[in-house]
């Protein structure tokens, strides 16, 4: 069975500095994806970042990168120059590349940004 | 703007009740998935379907029943409601397809939150 865990049910950050998530995961599988999503309060999941397992590279999108270790089955997610908008539920997720293709969740890190 | 769509977003009924939430999609996605989201905020997945007439459980057990008719429309029906019942049930969908990558992106619903009295 996949897991899923984030250790860090919550985090603060002063705006403008730089927060790290953490997130490690458990698949017998040797390629796979892995995802951050963001939860606004009230407001609809949407995808921050991607990541194949194939891809040594470490992806990144603006001011959101990740720290992708494959052996030690590690994907933390780095916010940097932090706002306001970056306050959210953040859930990584962990998906196989074939069949359902059905993704399991983390248990999600409540990131608040102090001004 | 969201391209899936779930209604009602906020329901209060008492127990015993029928109730579909409805979710649609407007991107020809061969993949559609319900999770329920609990107060501690964990997802899992109750059900999904791989197209039109396919549809399995999930991980976790739910005495919700889904269909799928059309590419685009995956209603969840529970028959009697109780308060085990209240959460936050979100839908979303995907490309049918393996790589190129996007295959395995979810697309989600603003969500429709359940509270049964």
């Known amino acids: 069975a996949q897991t899923v865990t984030q250790s860090q049910p919550e985090m603060s950050v002063q705006e403008a500095e730089t927060v790290t998530l953490s997130c490690t995961y458990d698949?017998?599988?040797?390629?796979?994806?892995l995802f951050w999503y963001k939860q606004p309060p009230s407001r609809q999941m949407i995808l921050v970042i991607r990541q194949e397992a194939y891809k040594q590279q470490n992806a990144t999108e603006n001011r959101f990168s990740v720290n992708f270790q494959k052996a030690a089955k590690s994907f933390s997610l780095k916010i940097s120059d932090s706002q306001l908008g970056d306050a959210a539920m953040y859930f990584c997720?962990?998906?196989?590349?074939?069949?359902?293709?059905?993704?399991?969740f983390g248990q999600g890190t409540r990131l608040t940004i102090n001004p | 703007e969201a391209d899936i769509y779930q209604t009602p977003r906020y329901l209060v009924i008492g127990t015993g009740k029928k109730i579909t939430l409805e979710c649609s999609q407007t991107?020809?996605?061969?993949?559609m998935y319900w999770y329920q989201q609990d107060p501690g905020m964990e997802l899992h997945l109750i059900h999904y379907s791989y197209g039109v007439n396919s549809t399995e459980k999930g991980d976790l057990s739910s005495e919700s029943t889904v269909s799928r008719i059309r590419t685009e429309h995956f209603p969840l029906t529970l028959e009697s409601a109780r308060p085990s019942h209240t959460s936050q049930y979100l839908c979303?969908?995907?490309?049918?397809?393996?790589?190129?990558?996007?295959?395995?992106?979810?697309?989600f619903g603003a969500g429709s939150r359940l509270t049964v009295l």
């Open positions: 991107m020809g996605h061969d993949k």
């Open positions: 979303a969908s995907s490309p049918g397809t393996g790589r190129p990558g996007g295959a395995n992106v979810l697309t």
């Open positions: 698949t017998s599988e040797s390629d796979y994806y």
């Open positions: 997720a962990l998906a196989s590349i074939q069949g359902a293709q059905k993704l399991v």
